[in-house]
């Protein structure tokens, strides 16, 4: 079974960026479609962003859009999320996971990474 492992985050200032790697420790499927969801916590896991494994279409939330791009790499079975202007409500533990639905309901995904904290404070 494939599994997940995110790495990349970490403390930085607002307005910061960082760039968070989801790497699949086997082929990912071009039916596919990887996401990041990302949860603090008392609080329900929330969709960030999603691509289609073999299109490359890509769907980000409302509270993302313009300032996190999710992007592949095929061949290396790698998936990254690039989080630019950082602010302090972007505070998460991030999480990628695989599904075969283009959805941001995190009931359509079945393989799960460890998650990434992610910090944002000044």
Known sequence: QVQLVE???GSVQPGSSLRLSCAASGRIYSS???AWFRQTPGKEREFVALI???SGITLY???VKGRFTISK???NHTA?????A???EDTAIYYCARGSQYSTSQSSYYTWGQGTQVTVAS
């Open 86 to 88: 950082l602010k302090t």
């Open 80 to 84: 990254y999320l690039h989080l630019n």
């Open 61 to 63: 939330s409302d509270s």
């Open 52 to 54: 289609r494994w073999n």
């Open 32 to 34: 596919s479609v990887m």
């Open 7 to 9: 790495s990349g985050g």
């Open 73 to 75: 790499d095929g061949p």
